[in-house]
């Protein structure tokens, strides 16, 4: 069973950081490329970063130079590392395969002082 967990999420002041984890199973992560999405309160998802099987990466302008997208295909993870963060980044963050459509169950990440 095609299965991603997100962990990592909480809460942060404005200007710390969080990384992000995605915990993939049922298929073996070097083949697809992944992405991080995210969904603030009333809107719909959008998308934050993506890392492709090869290793190049891309990034919303919204965060780049702020937050890096990263796998560990021995250890079947994504990583989001956040710095940075505004209370803008707040919302919940999603792990998607595109491959399947296949989606976690999303973690909050909430920026507040």
């Known amino acids: 069973q095609v299965q991603l967990v997100e962990t990592g999420g909480g809460l942060a002041q404005p200007g710390a950081s969080l990384r992000l984890s995605c915990v993939v199973s049922?298929?073996?992560?070097?083949?697809?490329?992944m992405h991080w999405y995210r969904q603030i309160q009333g809107n719909s998802r959008e998308p934050v970063a993506t890392?492709?099987?090869?290793?190049?990466?891309t990034y919303a302008d919204s965060v780049k130079g702020r937050f890096t997208i990263s796998r560990d295909n021995a250890k079947k993870t994504v990583y989001l590392q956040m710095n940075s963060l505004k209370p803008e980044d707040t919302a919940v963050y999603f792990c998607?395969?595109?491959?399947?459509?296949?989606w976690g169950q999303g973690t909050q990440v909430t920026v507040s002082s």
């Open positions: 890392v492709m099987g090869d290793g190049r990466t």
């Open positions: 049922g298929f073996t992560l070097k083949y697809y490329s």
């Open positions: 998607y395969r595109s491959s399947g459509n296949i």
